[in-house]
């Protein structure tokens, strides 16, 4: 039986082993997600990808390995805006210009969306447990997002660790996972 920690726990133990890793770590890290994460979904051209930006500085996952091999592969990408209090979806093509946000996110310099099926939304998180249920950093714009568009056929996190301890306070507003993609392997949920 796996061990329960809340939110605030998991969230805190959790940023502590990510800020402990150092950047070659997390390169090294996030070559094999990104090597698993080829090796689970076949996507193919033209279809649309929501994925996020890292922020270096919070050693997140670099997802420009990601972003790169889409273009590449001539599949749509899309990354989040914060758009008045809301997670919006802007696609961006190579020569898209970034600001950064008052939290310190970079999000592109357009905001035109427009209401499109995803086919896959890749997720940060700090963690996710053994369900599906992730922890980012307590914002809530995921789970508004998931919420709002009905049209997204795949919500994958991608995470430095395996999930272990489950989340003791799940709440209602809280949306799973579809998968969960680490250095080690694939989780589906």
């Not at 390995?65 to 749509?76: A, E, G, S, V, W």
């Amino acid at each position: 039986m796996n061990r329960s920690l809340t939110k605030k726990e998991l969230r805190a133990l959790y940023k502590e082993k990510r800020m402990a890793l150092s950047q070659d770590e997390v390169n090294f890290l996030s070559e094999k997600i990104f090597q698993n994460f080829i090796l689970q979904f076949n996507i193919t051209e033209n279809q649309k990808v929501n994925i996020f930006l890292p922020i270096t500085r919070l050693k997140e996952i670099n997802t420009w390995l990601f972003i790169n091999y889409f273009f590449d592969k001539k599949i749509r990408v899309f990354v989040p805006r914060i758009n008045n209090h809301k997670m919006i979806s802007v696609e961006i093509f190579r020569d898209s210009e970034f600001t950064t946000n008052h939290w310190g996110i970079e999000e592109p310099v357009s905001d035109y969306t427009e209401d499109v099926d995803l086919d896959y939304v890749i997720t940060p998180m700090l963690y996710c447990d053994p369900y599906g249920n992730r922890i980012g950093y307590g914002k809530g714009f995921y789970d508004a997002f998931f919420s709002d568009h009905w049209k997204i056929r795949n919500k994958i996190g991608i995470n430095l660790f395996d999930p272990k301890e489950d989340i003791a306070d799940v709440d209602a507003t809280d949306v799973p996972l579809n998968g969960l993609i680490t250095p080690s392997k694939y989780f589906g949920f």
